[in-house]
Every structure is written in structure tokens, then in C-alpha cells.
């Protein structure tokens, strides 16, 4: 009875170790953080190669409550997640919709904005929701966006146009090569709309901000085993929505609420 008495003794102890180690999460304390750097007012690449926008402004108060040091690394919008999973970083920030097909690949935190997309098009463009009539219109799209997917599906027989960033589709909507970008509303307004010129294009047919296309807001995205950076995120952004924090950055940028899902 001694000998079993003193095993089960071990194995309680090991028992104990162990919990203690799958308590004791990871601290993140310096953490790079993947952005495109090309999608205003989110994101913009300065003169001097520094990135700002709401997005950064945003981080930069994420990590502040996270007592952490981030760090940006710029990066082309259709290779952003394989450069998660192959380490590049350790989160995306960068507006990326929280769709079932991402989750497959990656983690998210809870939403941080929810904003719906929209059509662009020169003023007395006529629009109609069928594929019947977008068919052989020109659509410019963000390669790999959720805007892309949402083309693709609904319209198949219209001809997309992938772009490397949102506004080197503006640049051929202005020049006559697009019909439609589609696009986030808030970055079409700040990045074409308020633009010199901008004032011959309008948005055109309804917002779009169908759960299967374009998820339930925009998220961090994080490698799935690191569960503990995730938690930490999500604790500062109730923490920044909770002190006016993040108000005070969404105020800086945008004149509407951008946490909400109904716009």
C-alpha cells in the first residue's frame, strides 16, 4: 500500500506541474505586426516609408494596454497570411474580414470595425444586382479581398480585374479601364471620393455586408497556436472600447460609427 500511496503521490505532483505550465500563458511583450501600408484611411505609406492611418493609430493604443512593443512590417495584401504562417510576423492588422475560409487558415480576435462595401462608378453608371447585366462590365477588385470572392460568386460572367491595392483599381476606374471598383465604402470615400477628381464618381447599388461574403467585421488575424497573443488583444481592444480610447481614434478618421455591423 506504501509503494501505491507514494506513485499516486508522483502523479498528483506531476499533475500539478502541468496544470501550472498550461496556466501560465505566454506575455507577449515585443510583437511584430504584418500591415499593407496602401489602403487609406487604414493604412498609408509616408514619404519617409513609416506607415500611419486608423489601423496603426489603432495598434499603437493595443499595445500601449498590452504593455508590449510592436513593430511594423509592410506587406503586399495577397501573400499577407502565408507570411503569418511562415513566421514574417506575429499578427495581422490590416482590415481583413473574419470569413469561414480565413478561419480555416488562421485565428481571429473579436471584431475591431465592421464596415460595409460598396460599388464605385462614374456619376449616371447604371448598376443592376444581376449577373445577367454585370456580365462583360468591368469590376476592379483587390486580388484576394473579400470583395474579390463576392465578384467572383455573384457576377462570374462580368470580367474581374485583380489588383495588387485598392487604389491602383481607382487609377484605372479614373482613367476609363473599370466600370465598378468594388471596394470598403470608408476606403473608396477617403481614397477616390475626397480625392482631387473624385467628385465624378458615386457609389452606387446597396451596401454590402453579407455575413457569407464579408464575415462579421474586421479582426486581428493571429497563427491558431497562439491563443494567448489572441486573448491579450482581445482584452486591450475591451479595454481601449471601454476608456474612449477608441473613439478618439475613430473620430480622428470618420465621421460615422465604424464598431457597429448595421451601416
Not at 17 to 29: D, F, R, T, Y
Not at 64 to 93: H, S, V
Request: aromatic share 10%; proline share 3%; net charge neutral.
Amino acid at each position: 500500500m506504501k509503494k501505491i500511496h507514494i506513485s499516486l503521490a508522483h502523479v498528483l505532483v506531476a499533475l500539478f506541474v502541468l496544470s501550472v505550465n498550461v496556466v501560465q500563458a505566454k506575455e507577449w511583450k515585443e510583437i511584430r505586426v504584418g500591415v499593407e501600408g496602401a489602403y487609406p484611411p487604414f493604412a498609408i505609406t509616408e514619404a519617409d516609408g513609416s506607415v500611419s492611418g486608423f489601423d496603426i493609430d489603432l495598434t499603437n493604443a493595443l499595445c500601449e494596454k498590452m504593455n508590449a512593443k510592436c513593430t511594423y512590417i509592410k506587406q503586399d495584401w495577397d501573400g499577407i497570411i502565408p507570411a503569418l504562417l511562415a513566421r514574417k510576423f506575429d499578427a495581422i492588422i490590416a482590415t481583413m474580414d473574419i470569413t469561414e475560409a480565413r478561419l480555416k487558415k488562421v485565428a481571429f480576435t473579436d471584431k475591431y470595425q465592421h464596415i460595409p462595401a460598396r460599388f464605385v462608378a462614374l456619376k449616371g453608371t447604371l448598376y443592376e444586382e444581376t449577373n445577367a447585366f454585370m456580365s462583360g462590365k468591368k469590376i476592379g477588385v483587390q486580388r484576394a479581398s473579400s470583395m474579390d470572392t463576392y465578384v467572383s460568386d455573384n457576377y462570374p460572367d462580368a470580367k474581374i480585374m485583380r489588383y495588387g491595392s485598392a487604389n491602383d483599381a481607382y487609377l484605372d476606374l479614373k482613367s476609363g479601364r473599370l466600370n465598378y471598383v468594388l471596394a470598403d465604402s470608408a476606403a473608396i470615400t477617403d481614397g477616390l471620393l475626397g480625392k482631387k477628381g473624385g467628385d465624378k464618381f458615386n457609389f452606387v447599388g446597396p451596401k454590402l455586408n453579407d455575413p457569407k461574403w464579408f464575415g462579421e467585421g474586421a479582426g486581428i488575424a493571429i497563427r491558431k497556436q497562439d491563443k494567448d497573443l489572441v486573448e491579450q488583444f482581445n482584452r486591450a481592444i475591451e479595454a481601449v472600447r471601454a476608456d474612449g480610447t477608441y473613439q478618439k481614434i475613430q473620430d480622428k478618421y470618420f465621421s460615422f460609427d465604424i464598431y457597429g455591423s448595421a451601416q
